[in-house]
């Protein structure tokens, strides 16, 4: 069973990154989860208590994580939950909880940030390049946007444009 949960945070420490004996990247890092809430009575913020996690981030979030993120980041983290148990050497019974991340982005509320999309060539966004123009359509080159920054559209031969890989909207195909 996946138990999936999204957590608010701060990085508790720079991400650090290793790769699996196959290279596969792999970045963690820990995160420090605090409650706060205001005393009606005095008016005064006060800290509840603090949960700690272990973020793991595989391949390309681990590497974007790796650019974009540092100590003391305001984060949001949507990842599969699970805990370790393990015994330290002096005996102690230790419990580690433990997440491993399929997105992670800035806490919108506590920070702000520029959001540069990264871009893959035309072909990864369909099976093959041939299977887009058997259909009809074309891959196209991503395009500059308006206001800057690039947006990769491209027309696919069963009339799907796609921004970043997530289909938009519809598209005539050519012929209709």
Known sequence: MRTLITVSGNLTN????????????????????????QDRATGLWEDGGASFFTVTCWRKLAENVLDSLHKGDPVLVHARFSTREYTRADGTLRSELKLEAQS???????SRAIVRRTTRPAAESFESTESAAAGGGEAAVPEPRAGGG???????????????????????????
């Open 150 to 176: 690039n947006a990769a559209s491209v027309h696919g031969g069963d009339g799907t444009v796609v921004l970043d890989s997530r289909p938009l909207v519809p598209v005539p195909a050519a012929d209709a």
């Open 14 to 37: 720079q991400p650090v990154s290793r790769s699996t004996k196959d290279g596969v990247q792999v970045v963690e890092f820990g995160l420090a989860c605090n409650s706060r809430r």
């Open 104 to 110: 992670v982005g800035p806490d919108l509320g506590r």
